[in-house]
Each structure stands twice: as C-alpha cells, then as structure tokens.
C-alpha cells in the first residue's frame, strides 16, 4: 500500500509542478511542441528529469496539463450565480468564459494544440478535460441546479452547456484563430453574450411554451 505523502512533500510536489508547467509553457509558445524537450523543460524548471517524468511521463501529458493550467483560475475567482435568475446567472457564467477565451495564453496554446495535433498521434488522441475549468463546471453546476428548482427544463444540461458556450466561442473566439486582425468591441461582446443567453431561456427557461408530445400512429403497438 502506498504511503501518503506528509504536507511538507504534498506542497514540494505542488511547487515542482507549478514550475514546470511554467517553464513549459514557455518553451512551447517559444517554439512549438515539436522543438521542446522534456529535458529542456526539467532544466528551466530547475528540476531533475526524475521529478519531471513523476508528474509528466510524456511530453504530451504535460501539454494538456499546460493549456488547462491555462484555463484555470484562482480560488474563488469564478462564483455560482445565485438560483431562479436563470438570465442573470447565465449572463456572469457568458462573461466569464469571454474572459477565459481573452486571456492570451489559451489562444496560443490552443492553435499549437489544433496546429501540430495532425502531426503527432500521442498530442491527437489526449482528452482534454476542459470540464474541470471553473468556468465549465459552474455553467454545469448552475445548470444542473436551474433545472432541479424548476426555473429551467432541459434533459441534458451537459448539451446546453456546449451549446451555450459554443454560441459565445463562435464569435468571439474561434475567428481570432483565422483572421489575426479579427477583433471585437465591449458592446459587440457584450452583445454576443446577451444573444446567447436570451437564445438559452427563451428555449429551455420556465416560461418557455413546452412542445406537445408526438401522437404514436395508430399503426404502432
């Protein structure tokens, strides 16, 4: 059976990645997946090769762990919105991700991700569990939540939750990835938000008017 870590070594063990995911990320926005190294990665980090493969066996393991670093947020940062202000709350949940789609770094790492994944099997087959970013599992949360109080009708919130942030990525993320001079105002942002939501409530909200049930044929058992 293993032996638990003590505190002293569960938060030498923390630092040690904190740093490596640092020196990581630096050296793969600097050139790229294909040219970085995981001993390069160990040295700027000021850890040895050792350490670094405990935590990150291969290269492509530390690349995922990097862009969801990149996507986290401190503690605290990303709060639940309140229950039965299905508008409200699904507003502070849009204009939180749009913050999470600005930072720069996501953008870089993800067009490394989407521009060198065809190219190496091992980065292609990763599952990325952006579920675990807070800004992810709180719509999923709220959702959840919505649903359970009543103020909101939906079979699969994990569904609307992509197609909440989906309407939001479309416009004011995934063009920056094309067009480099694509940008947007913070009415237009705003806008794009606002749009998504009032799309989410007037389908699934309370209010909304529930579609009748198919009549089975009366051919059908």
């Not at 690349?63 to 503690?75: I, K, N, T, W, Y």
């Not at 649903?147 to 699969?156: E, I, Q, Y």
């Not at 994990?158 to 416009?171: E, K, N, P, R, W």
């Amino acid at each position: 059976m293993a032996r638990e870590l003590s505190a002293y070594h569960r938060q030498i063990a923390a630092a040690n990645r904190a740093a490596i995911i640092a020196a990581a990320t630096a050296l793969f926005l600097e050139h790229g997946y294909d040219r970085t190294s995981l001993t390069r990665v160990a040295e700027g980090a000021g850890v040895s090769k050792a350490t670094l493969f405990k935590q990150f066996p291969t290269k492509a393991e530390l690349f995922e762990a990097m862009v969801l670093a990149a996507g986290d947020a401190p503690a605290g940062e990303v709060v639940d919105p309140p229950i039965g202000d299905f508008s409200g709350g699904l507003t502070a949940l849009g204009n939180a991700y749009v913050e999470l789609l600005n930072r720069p770094r996501m953008e870089q790492l993800l067009r490394i991700l989407i521009g060198e994944s065809q190219r190496f099997p091992e980065l292609r087959e990763r599952t990325f569990d952006f579920g675990t970013l807070p800004v992810f599992a709180a719509l999923g949360r709220y959702l959840r939540a919505e649903a359970a109080a009543g103020t909101a009708h939906m079979d699969d919130p994990d569904a609307v939750a992509a197609q909440f942030l989906g309407m939001i990525a479309t416009v004011v993320f995934w063009p920056r990835l094309i067009h480099g001079g694509w940008s947007l105002s913070e009415d237009e942002t705003r806008n794009v938000v606002d749009e998504a939501v009032r799309t989410i409530v007037a389908r699934f909200g309370a209010g909304r008017i529930r579609p009748a049930a198919t009549p089975r044929s009366s051919r059908e058992g």
